[in-house]
C-alpha cells in the first residue's frame, strides 16, 4: 500500500498557496486600510483606497508582479493629489490615526 505525503503546512496550517500569498499581501498592506492616516520618515499620509485586485493593481504600479497597491495622499503637503504607491509595512512606519472604513478598492 502506497503511503502519500500531507501537504505541506504553513505557520497558520492553511496549505494552500493562495491563503499564504493573503497572508503576505495583507502583512505587507499593514494596517493601512482606508481612512488610516500613517507617517514615516517621507511623510503622512492618509490612504484613500486599498487595491487587492492584482490585475488592477499591477496596472496602477506598472509592476508585473505587483498584488496589491495604495492610494494615498501626503496630509503634510497642501493641495497634493493622491498618488499610487506599492510599499511594503515597515517598522519605520506608525499608524497616526486607525481606518475609518473596512475593506478597500
Known amino acids: 500500500m502506497p503511503h502519500q505525503l500531507p501537504p505541506p503546512a504553513t505557520a497558520s496550517g ?3 498557496p493562495l ?3 493573503d497572508r503576505v499581501v495583507e502583512d505587507q498592506i499593514g494596517p ?5 492616516i500613517y507617517q514615516n ?7 484613500q483606497a486599498v ?3 492584482p490585475e488592477r493593481a499591477r496596472q496602477l504600479l506598472n509592476r508585473r508582479c505587483a498584488q496589491w497597491a495604495l492610494i494615498v ?3 503634510l503637503r497642501p493641495g497634493g493629489e ?12 506608525h ?3 486607525e481606518a475609518t472604513t473596512v475593506g478597500g478598492a
Open 51 to 53: 487595491v487587492r485586485d
Open 14 to 16: 492553511d496549505p494552500t
Open 41 to 47: 520618515s517621507d511623510g503622512a499620509f492618509e490612504v
Open 73 to 75: 495622499k501626503d496630509v
Open 82 to 93: 493622491p498618488f499610487v504607491i506599492g510599499s511594503a509595512w515597515t517598522t519605520s512606519d
Open 95 to 97: 499608524l497616526v490615526r
Open 32 to 36: 493601512r486600510d482606508q481612512g488610516a
Open 19 to 21: 491563503g499564504a500569498l
